[in-house]
Nanobody, 124 residues
Framework: QVQLVESGGGLVQPGGSLRLSCAASGNIVSINAMGWYRQAPGKERELVATITHGGKTNYADSVKDRVTISRDNTKNTVYLQMNNLKPEDTAVYYC??????????????????WGQGTQVTVSS
């Protein structure tokens, strides 16, 4: 079984910074892409940023000048550095691992996984 554990959320003032981390664990052989999504109250979950195994990144237009996504493939961990945070960034931030290849006995399996989410609140 694969688990994604997020950390780094919290309360920050407008203009502040946060760094989110998400570590994947389990019988993981490889992970294709990792990313961050967010869901604000009353809104649908939306993409924040993604990064492939090779390091290709993709950002939502609303955040691309303020956030940086990175990953450490040796640790199956993805990071999201967020700067100049705004009240509208307030949301639960979810980590997603896409195309996770796992090995169990003689079988290989590929699937996607979500973390439980971490709250980010931007308020003065």
């Amino acid at each position: 079984q694969v688990q994604l554990v997020e950390s780094g959320g919290g309360l920050v003032q407008p203009g502040g910074s946060l760094r989110l981390s998400c570590a994947a664990s389990g019988n993981i052989v490889s992970i294709n892409a990792m990313g961050w999504y967010r869901q604000a109250p009353g809104k649908e979950r939306e993409l924040v940023a993604t990064i492939t195994h090779g390091g290709k990144t993709n950002y939502a237009d609303s955040v691309k000048d303020r956030v940086t996504i990175s990953r450490d493939n040796t640790k199956n961990t993805v990071y999201l550095q967020m700067n100049n945070l705004k009240p509208e960034d307030t949301a639960v931030y979810y980590c997603k691992a896409t195309g996770v290849l796992t090995r169990a006995a003689s079988h290989l399996n590929i699937d996607d996984y979500w973390g439980q989410g971490t709250q980010v609140t931007v308020s003065s």
